[in-house]
């Protein structure tokens, strides 16, 4: 198969609707406090593993976990994905600190993330 590789899924957000609760029970999960702690994210980094808390799901109307699959060129990824059948649901913005991110739809309604730090 042709194409972009990936660099494996390295990071999970999860929707939640009491941060301080989830936040909680992620770092006795985890074994260690969050690395980022705010009013409207908070991340652990666990075994070269992002773990990110959205309250509410955030403004992307997140309603279950994503997994972001790390990519060396999301515009180029995003173009194989979408010829391949799926369908954009969030264009590829940055979020902070060079970092990009995009969600696509597979054909079974799954939300799938790319991120790419530059």
């Not at 390295?10 to 301080?20: E, G, I, N, Q, Y």
Request: proline content about 7%; cysteine-free.
């Amino acid at each position: 198969m042709t194409g972009s590789f990936t660099q494996g899924i390295k990071t999970v957000l999860h929707p939640v609707s009491d941060l301080a609760k989830a936040k909680a029970v992620y770092a006795a999960l985890l074994g260690i406090p969050p690395q980022t702690d705010s009013s409207y994210y908070v991340g652990f980094e666990a075994e070269g593993q992002h773990i990110g808390l959205v309250p509410g799901g955030g403004p992307q109307g997140m309603t279950s976990p994503v997994a972001y699959w790390h990519v060396p060129d999301i515009e180029a990824k995003l173009a194989e994905v979408i010829a391949a059948g799926a369908t954009v649901r969030e264009a590829a913005h940055e979020v902070g600190g060079g970092r990009l991110v995009a969600t696509v739809i597979d054909p079974d309604g799954n939300v799938l993330g790319l991120l790419q730090d530059r």
